[in-house]
């Protein structure tokens, strides 16, 4: 692949503009309020509940891309229907966020732990960014504290293992919190804003990092645990954690971190690609031994395109040649298997032979988020080479 940045980008603004926005366009909108996620290859909605991450994650969508990109009256409307569906059926008594809901908004599953308010957050910041709107802002301000007060203990009563036995933290948290304030940092005071980052790259790099490898799963004070859920190394989420490092590397120019975070992705991806069919496996031990998830050879959507906004990311911070290496071979990967020019969006689920699984563009945990983002991103990233 020759490095034409100037037609790279204007591939990924074309996927993105128009393949899979006009799909969650045509598709996703329910009447009745909020959005379908669980439609097949052609757009039927085959299930109409609602999953409160991927109703957030399509505020989020749509609000970003007025924020960055454009203010169009249509992507503003999509983003509002979500956001008010949301902030009447989206909470319990106390504030917390539901897991799911029926489709008229009566809820299903209690919130049992605080992903449902980092999305809500992100959500409502950008939308509250896009719209003006003061209610917004609160909403998004209330979950931000939800998730900050329950960061320690994020499921909470919900938690099924037994106490003092073998605690555990998971990585899911920092990585998260710390991308999830990078989006409120127009809302937040600056000493909080510093203090979480500070706290997140520090947990992130020192209790979950082990020789250029992120653990999913640590004891609290980082020490390892010889179990199932203690071996378990989650590919795509490490990777995905290292560009969130990197973004708030480059706020302040520190190449030592960006560094150690391209380390670990080209590390990650050594451990990880398929060497007998390409594509990133979706978990292993780090043992070798057999893994608890039986999908574990599974090649998904969303581990291939966030690793393209980390490969892109830390080549334009440092140019390294290894960089622009994997790049090219999970591009080639990941644009032949997932992306889908006949009916728009990607499929999300390929068996380890890179044949799709689920015919599928949205279910259960695939919505309006990882392909758009990782588009938008790469279309940005590119833009920048280019210059």
């Known amino acids: 692949m020759e490095r034409d940045f100037r037609q790279l980008a204007d591939q990924y603004r074309t996927a993105l503009l128009d393949n899979v926005l006009p799909f969650w366009e045509n598709h996703s909108i329910d009447v009745q309020g909020g959005y379908f996620t669980c439609l097949d290859r052609t757009g039927k909605v085959y299930d109409t509940d609602k999953f409160i991450w991927l109703q957030n994650r399509q505020v989020w969508t749509f609000s970003m891309l007025c924020n960055r990109l454009e203010k ?12 008010k569906f949301l902030a ?24 049992y732990n605080i992903f449902s308010d980092c999305f809500a957050a992100m959500a409502f910041s950008q939308f509250a960014l896009a719209s003006g709107q003061d ?8 979950a931000y504290q939800n998730v900050l007060r329950r960061q320690d203990n994020p499921k909470g009563s919900y938690n099924k293992a037994y106490p003092g036995t073998r605690s555990m933290k998971g990585l899911s948290v920092p990585m998260i919190l710390a991308n999830l304030t990078l989006e409120m ?92 069919y390409g594509g990133i496996y979706y978990f292993l031990d780090i043992k070798g031994y057999p893994t608890q998830q039986l999908e574990w050879d599974q090649k998904l959507w969303w581990v291939h395109v ?32 997932f992306a889908d020019s006949e009916y728009g969006e990607w499929f999300g689920y390929l068996d380890r032979r890179g044949e799709v699984l689920l015919n599928l563009k949205g279910g259960k945990w695939k919505g309006c988020f990882h392909v758009p983002r990782s588009l938008y991103l790469c279309w940005q990233e590119f833009e920048k080479l280019a210059m």
């Open 72 to 83: 169009r009256s249509d992507w503003m409307s999509i983003a509002e229907h979500g956001a």
């Open 135 to 142: 209610w917004a802002r609160e909403v998004a301000l209330q």
């Open 88 to 111: 009447q059926h989206g909470r319990d008594a106390e504030g917390n966020w539901y897991f799911s809901l029926d489709r008229s908004g009566q809820p299903l599953i209690q919130p």
């Open 306 to 337: 966030e690793t393209l906004v980390a490969l892109l990311m830390g080549y334009r911070l440092t140019g390294r040649e290894e960089c622009w290496n994997w790049y090219e071979k999970v591009h080639h990967y990941t644009w032949s298997h």
């Open 185 to 276: 940092e127009w809302l937040l005071p600056k000493e909080t804003l510093d203090r979480v980052l500070a706290a997140t790259v520090q947990e992130v790099t020192t209790d979950f990092l082990d020789e250029n490898l992120l653990y999913e799963n640590v004891a609290p004070d980082g020490s390892h645990i010889d179990s199932f859920e203690g071996r378990l190394i989650n590919p795509g989420h490490g990777i995905e954690a290292m560009w969130f490092m990197m973004d708030i590397a480059s706020r302040t120019n520190n190449l030592g971190l960006i560094n150690q975070c391209v380390d670990v992705v080209l590390n990650t991806l050594e451990f990880a690609w398929d060497q007998k």
